[in-house]
């Protein structure tokens, strides 16, 4: 399999001449961000230290942290660097629990982007013959039109269709002949469910790869949607704080991790507890330094995912670390009785076990003192149509299983096919009725 590479010199630098350009560009960031932005010159000011105090990389860990509520507090734009008219878009999230939060991009921010996500494509081989199904929503959100002028950049082909209406979408998918499918991991399962429902099979399609990402996902999820959609599943990593989709993603030599562009995005993982640096290899919170954005740049965003850096050489050349796929959020943590239990765990156990469907969800209640969860799960229709005896083993297995990775006893609900809730962007994995 030939290797495609987007930038080639920069994408395979020896890690010391990378290490060099990035302390260059942490510089010259650091200082800019302190002249021009008050918030993180009071912060700055309050820990004691100054641009001149970045000598090396390791130094970083010295400059407060940037959360999401800094965004909030500042709402809409006082956390930009550039006057307004220098703005060309922005995106914000949307806003369920508070305040939206907005970032704001210069044309040299959008073309930075358009490159970071041409890289992306390549990663997964895309080249520009490829017919591009972007599903990613499309509007505030960064997902679509991130990736979209990814595409464009690359030379590709994009079928802007956004998400929702899955039976447009498979027909544009046979007609078009897409090779390329961009979506939520969740929402190529229902793809693949309509397409079910539709009589039509996946392997006379022309799809080869797909680029699933903004939601934690599991390798067996990842198994499933191979199968189901009779494509190469690869994973994609961005959130719209530090740029949008295209910070970091799989190439097709490699299990292990997504390849971070850190000449545009410096990591570090962080202890979620007390914010520490961890050494290279654990796991812990992924945070980000953007080094070259104009608008929005961000100093040490805590992204309350989790993952952990992988410095081993990849067998494609990239010299580019790579982060694990991400498998929880420090926020999307149950604590059931006094337990961690991160839903990707869950879906782990549920997609390995035979006659369920990936369509579930966590119900999480407080009885008395004591928290319960449940876990309700869709089963395939022979199975439902079985005897109650068979039920019952399956949900004892799965309830077995569950205790024995995460050591929660929980109640296992099989529900009938299509009855659970279909997500068209992230799914909702979680209810969680405590009122703590
Ligand atoms: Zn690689």
């Known amino acids: 399999m030939s290797i ?175 090779t390329v499918l961009l979506s939520t991991p969740s929402y190529a399962l229902n793809l693949a469910e309509a397409m079910d429902a539709m009589n039509i099979d996946p392997g006379s399609l022309s799809l080869k790869v797909g680029i699933f990402g903004a939601e934690p996902w599991s390798e067996n999820m990842r198994e499933e949607v191979e199968r189901k959609l009779n494509l190469k599943a690869t994973d994609i990593y961005g959130l719209s704080e530090v740029m949008g989709p295209g910070v970091a993603q799989e190439c097709l030599h490699t299990d292990r991790g997504m390849h971070i562009f850190e000449d545009h995005f410096l990591p570090e993982i962080v202890d979620p507890e007390t914010g520490e640096v961890l050494p290279p290899g654990e796991k812990g919170e992924l945070v980000f330094t953007t080094l070259t954005k104009e608008a929005f740049p961000i100093i040490r965003y805590r992204t309350k995912d989790i993952s952990r850096l992988v410095y081993d050489t990849c067998a494609c050349g990239r010299t580019l670390v790579r982060m694990e796929k991400v498998t929880g959020r420090t926020d999307d943590m149950l604590i059931i009785r006094g337990v961690n239990v991160f839903p990707s765990q869950v879906e782990h156990v549920l997609m390995g076990v035979e006659g369920v469907e990936p369509h579930y969800q966590i119900v999480v209640e407080r009885q008395g003192n004591l928290d319960t969860m449940q876990v309700q799960v869709e089963v395939s229709e022979g199975i439902f149509s079985d005897e109650i005896r068979k039920l019952e083993n399956l949900s004892g297995q799965i309830r077995k299983e569950i205790k024995d990775l995460l050591g929660v006893t929980c109640v296992v609900k099989l529900v009938e096919p299509k009855t659970l809730y279909r997500s068209e962007g992230k799914a909702q994995r979680v209810i969680d009725n405590r009122k703590i």
């Open 4 to 178: 495609i590479y987007w930038e080639k010199e920069i994408e395979t630098l020896p890690r010391a001449e990378l290490g060099a350009l990035q302390l260059k560009r942490l510089q010259q960031l650091v200082a800019r961000v302190y002249k021009t932005v008050k918030p993180y010159r009071y912060k700055m000011d309050e820990a004691g230290v100054r641009p001149e105090d970045i000598k090396t990389l390791k130094d970083l860990s010295k400059l407060p942290f940037t959360v999401k509520d800094d965004l909030r507090d500042n709402y809409p734009f006082g956390l930009f660097t550039v006057p307004l008219e220098e703005i060309v878009r922005v995106h914000a999230s949307s806003g369920t629990t508070g305040k939206p939060t907005v970032v704001g991009y210069t044309q040299k921010d959008i073309e930075t982007w358009s490159g970071v996500m041409a890289r992306a494509l390549c990663c997964a081989g895309a080249t520009r013959g490829d017919m591009v199904h972007n599903a990613y929503g499309y509007g505030l959100f960064t997902g679509g039109l991130g990736a979209h002028y990814g595409i464009e950049r690359l030379g590709a082909t994009v079928i802007p269709v956004s998400g929702g209406n899955s039976k447009r979408q498979i027909n544009l998918m046979r007609d078009f002949g897409s």
